[in-house]
């Protein structure tokens, strides 16, 4: 049961346009996400995170959208460069889930120059 | 600050032994967990550890076993190795235990069953 889902494997954008990354999830005890950023051969990157209380959060060129209902977030990276290229993950936990990361399976996102 | 490390970055077995994985948390980070990351079952949380207690638990067999040492510090142990576990397993730490708070990866250790 996939709880997470990343419904893109890849995502091409030109330089300087707005990436935006999807993800889902449909399990309602969740109230915590994370955007993470991972390159190859390395540990993920913490890059932003929101709150179920919330549905913005803004961390320069990163925003991440949260729509309660539709049980969807969204990650916007405005302007795209080259060195956002990498393999992005969402993650979700909640109050029943305690410290456990539930990630989505990844999107690999190329900005080209 | 340093980040969260670990050791060995590689590591090479054969089926049947077993294997230590270390992993230092970032300084004043008190809860480490463990992941593991293969191409066909994504990151999958293994468990979690918060002064010296193991806290949370995911679906892994017994093979799979941790623990935490006073200074923070953790190490997992997978014991009769099978071919499938291989896989980049990654540790992170935290500020303290529970949900709403973000966790910190180290760069993993990449395991290869023979």
């Known amino acids: 049961d996939q709880q997470v889902k990343q419904n893109s494997p890849s995502l091409s954008v030109q330089e300087g346009r707005i990436s935006i990354l999807n993800c889902d999830y449909t399990n309602s005890m969740f109230d915590y996400f994370l955007w993470y950023k991972k390159y190859p051969a390395e540990g993920p990157t913490f890059l932003i995170s929101i709150s179920s209380i919330k549905d913005k959060n803004e961390d320069g060129r990163f925003t991440v959208f949260l729509n309660k209902s539709a049980k969807h977030l969204s990650l916007h990276i405005v302007p795209s460069q080259p060195g956002d290229s990498a393999v992005y993950f969402c993650?979700?936990?909640?109050?029943?889930?305690?410290?456990?990361?539930?990630f989505g399976e990844g999107t690999q996102l190329t900005v080209n120059p | 600050k340093a980040g969260v490390t670990q050791t060995p970055r590689y590591l090479i077995k054969t089926r049947g032994q077993q294997v230590t994985l270390s992993c230092s948390p970032i300084?004043?980070?008190?809860?480490v967990s463990w992941y593991q990351q293969t191409p066909g079952q994504g990151l999958q949380f293994l468990f979690e550890y918060f002064s010296e207690t193991q806290r949370n638990k995911g679906n892994f067999p017994g093979r799979f076993s941790g623990r935490q040492f006073s200074n923070s510090r953790s190490e997992m142990n997978v014991s009769t190795l099978e071919l499938g576990d291989s896989a980049l397993y990654l540790c992170?730490?935290?500020?303290?235990?529970?949900?709403?708070?973000?966790?910190?990866f180290g760069p993993g250790t990449r395991l290869t069953v023979l």
């Open positions: 300084s004043g980070h008190r809860s």
């Open positions: 993650a979700a936990s909640g109050k029943t889930s305690g410290s456990r990361l539930t």
């Open positions: 992170a730490s935290r500020p303290r235990a529970g949900a709403g708070n973000e966790q910190f």
